[in-house]
C-alpha cells in the first residue's frame, strides 16, 4: 500500500501519493489538465517493479488546493521542485502527459541538475496563435457553464479514439467523472499558464535522456509537433502509441508501457 501525505509548497497544499519501495531511484509522474494523480493507475504497477513512484494532484486538481490563478508554469515547476525538496529527492526521472509533459520539460530546461531521465508525452512547448484563442474560448465556455460540463463534453473525442469509447464506456465515464470534479478556478488557472508556454525555443538545453511518446491518433498534439519537437533535443527519441489518442496511456496502457518499460530498462 502506498502513503498520501498533503504537502504545503509555496503556501499550497499540493496532495501527493508514494508507492513502491523506498531506496529505489525515483520517477515523478504529472497529470493532464482536468485530471488528476489516478490518471496513473495503470502505469502504477509497471513502475514500482523497478522505482518509488512520486504521483501528485497538480495544483488546482484533484484533493490539491486551488488558489486564485492565474498560473505559470514556473509556479508548477516550482510545485514539483518543492515536492522534491520535501521528500529529500535530489534528481528523479519524470513522467508527464499533456499538461504534466509540460512540466517536465520546463523542469528539465530550467533545472537540468534534477532530472535524471524524461519521457514527455502527449504534450507541446509553445502556444501559437490559434492554440492561445482555443483556450480562451474553453476558458469562457467554463465560465459561462460554471463546471466543467464543456470540458468533459470536448475532452471526450479528443482523449479517446471512437473505437475506444465504443468499446471501453465504463473507463471513458470513469475518466468524464474525473474532470467533472476538478475545480473550475483551477482549471482556467493552469489553461492560463498552457496560453504562455514557451518552452520550443529552448528544448535545446536540455541535457538529461528525452523519450518523446505520442499517441498516434492524437489530434490534440499530433505526431508531427513531437516529431519536430523530438528533433530540436539533443539525443532524444519518439515512440508512438498505437491505437491511441491523447490519453493514450489509459487508452492503450499495454503500449503505452511497454514503450515506457523498455526505454526506461535501457
Known amino acids: 500500500m502506498g502513503s498520501t501525505q498533503t504537502v504545503s509548497v509555496s503556501g499550497v497544499n499540493i496532495a501527493t501519493y508514494i508507492d513502491g519501495e523506498q531506496?529505489?531511484?525515483?520517477?515523478?509522474l504529472s497529470n493532464s489538465l482536468a485530471s488528476?494523480?489516478?490518471?496513473?493507475?495503470?502505469?502504477?504497477?509497471?513502475?514500482?517493479?523497478?522505482?518509488?513512484?512520486?504521483?501528485?494532484?497538480?495544483?488546482?486538481?484533484?484533493?490539491?488546493?486551488?488558489?486564485?490563478?492565474?498560473?505559470?508554469?514556473?509556479?508548477?515547476?516550482?510545485?514539483?521542485?518543492?515536492?522534491?525538496?520535501?521528500?529529500?529527492?535530489?534528481?528523479?526521472?519524470?513522467?508527464?502527459?499533456?499538461?504534466?509533459?509540460?512540466t517536465g520539460l520546463g523542469v528539465a530546461i530550467e533545472h537540468p541538475s534534477r532530472i535524471a531521465r524524461l519521457i514527455c508525452c502527449d504534450a507541446r512547448s509553445d502556444a501559437p496563435p490559434p492554440f492561445v484563442d482555443n483556450w480562451t474560448a474553453r476558458i469562457a465556455?467554463?465560465?459561462?457553464?460554471?463546471?466543467?460540463?464543456?470540458?468533459?463534453?470536448?475532452?471526450?473525442?479528443?482523449?479517446?479514439t471512437p473505437a475506444f469509447i465504443a468499446s471501453h464506456p465504463y473507463v471513458v465515464d470513469k475518466v468524464m467523472k474525473m474532470i467533472l470534479a476538478t475545480s473550475t478556478r483551477g482549471y482556467i488557472g493552469c489553461a492560463r499558464a498552457?496560453?504562455?508556454?514557451?518552452?520550443?525555443?529552448?528544448?535545446?538545453?536540455?541535457?538529461?535522456?528525452?523519450?518523446?511518446?505520442?499517441?498516434?491518433?492524437?489530434?490534440?498534439?499530433?505526431?508531427?509537433?513531437?516529431?519536430?519537437?523530438?528533433?530540436?533535443?539533443?539525443g532524444a527519441a519518439i515512440e508512438l502509441v498505437d491505437p491511441g489518442a491523447h490519453i493514450c496511456n489509459i487508452e492503450n496502457p499495454e503500449g503505452f508501457n511497454t514503450i515506457v518499460s523498455e526505454w526506461l530498462s535501457r
Open 23 to 28: 531506496g529505489r531511484p525515483w520517477i515523478v
Open 36 to 102: 488528476d494523480y489516478s490518471s496513473w493507475d495503470d502505469q502504477l504497477s509497471l513502475l514500482t517493479q523497478n522505482f518509488c513512484v512520486l504521483r501528485y494532484d497538480t495544483r488546482g486538481h484533484g484533493r490539491s488546493a486551488a488558489p486564485e490563478g492565474p498560473y505559470t508554469f514556473e509556479h508548477l515547476t516550482g510545485d514539483v521542485l518543492g515536492l522534491m525538496d520535501h521528500y529529500g529527492i535530489e534528481k528523479a526521472n519524470f513522467l508527464g502527459l499533456s499538461m504534466g509533459g509540460m
Open 141 to 160: 465556455s467554463v465560465e459561462s457553464a460554471g463546471n466543467l460540463e464543456p470540458v468533459a463534453a470536448f475532452n471526450k473525442g479528443r482523449w479517446f
Open 194 to 234: 498552457l496560453q504562455k508556454l514557451d518552452y520550443k525555443r529552448h528544448l535545446g538545453r536540455i541535457e538529461c535522456p528525452t523519450l518523446f511518446v505520442c499517441g498516434a491518433q492524437d489530434g490534440a498534439t499530433p505526431p508531427a509537433v513531437m516529431r519536430e519537437m523530438t528533433g530540436l533535443v539533443g
